[in-house]
């Protein structure tokens, strides 16, 4: 894969994180803040909970179930997380959101 359109910006509100298909097998997470636009694997790398239920706050990004929390920019952990956060490379053209996806992205877990 190269790059997939996957949301126009205007359909994100600054704050949200939206779970987006881009075809029927992969998802993706677009959150956006007052500054940049990310786009993240579906799951949370702790236990696998939707990120889509989690919220962005500055530039913070969130897990709604143990409240894991990273760096919204860049994936790194803050206090609570204990993995980072896969981003995926990302853009803004004309409006609307790419991301460069050669495979989905799937974490580890214990
Ligand atoms: S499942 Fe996301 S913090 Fe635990």
């Known amino acids: 894969m ?4 996957v949301i126009d910006l205007d359909e994100l ?8 298909s881009l075809d029927s097998k992969i998802s993706v997470v677009a959150l956006r803040t007052d500054d940049f ?3 993240i694997p579906p799951l949370c ?4 909970e939707p990120l889509r239920h989690g919220f962005c706050e500055g530039n913070t990004v ?4 143990h409240f894991w929390e990273w760096n919204a ?4 952990v803050l206090e609570s997380a204990d993995k980072p956060l ?7 053209e004309n409006g609307k959101v790419f991301a460069f996806i050669e495979e989905e992205f ?3 877990y214990d």
């Open 2 to 5: 190269t790059w997939q359109f």
């Open 37 to 39: 636009v990310r786009v």
């Open 86 to 92: 896969h981003m995926y490379e990302s853009k803004v």
């Open 13 to 20: 509100e600054i704050g949200e994180v939206k779970e987006v």
């Open 45 to 48: 790398p702790h236990m696998e």
């Open 73 to 76: 920019n860049d994936g790194s």
């Open 62 to 65: 969130t897990c709604s179930k």
């Open 106 to 108: 799937s974490y580890e």
